[in-house]
């Protein structure tokens, strides 16, 4: 994702019975590299038992967390592109 410059993904979890403790040190690992080129992940259709685990150790004040691909969309909408600024500034 990050050699396609892809940094706004979001990653649909709702099959995902568990998720290790690795696979959460991946996502919060690159997920610095996301934000520096203004991307981000978020996650939908988060399952109870792994909200659960991601609310006791407090990464869900560190990751975005919604529903549905409709909310992760309009999060996406909120973050602006620096160059889309910069062109309207230009005006």
């Known amino acids: 994702m990050l050699e396609r410059k892809a940094f706004r993904v979001i990653l649909d979890i709702e099959e995902l019975a568990y998720m290790s403790s690795a696979g959460v040190g991946i996502i919060m690992g690159i997920l610095p590299d996301f934000r520096k080129e203004n991307g981000d992940i978020i996650i939908i259709k988060m399952?109870?038992?792994?909200?659960?685990?991601?609310?006791m150790l407090g990464f869900s004040r560190l990751?975005?967390?919604?529903?549905?691909?409709?909310?992760?969309?309009?999060?996406?909408?909120k973050i602006e592109q620096p160059s889309e600024q910069k062109e309207?500034?230009?005006?």
């Open 47 to 55: 399952p109870p038992k792994i909200r659960n685990l991601f609310d």
């Open 63 to 77: 990751i975005k967390i919604r529903d549905d691909v409709g909310q992760a969309v309009a999060e996406f909408k």
């Open 88 to 91: 309207a500034d230009a005006y």
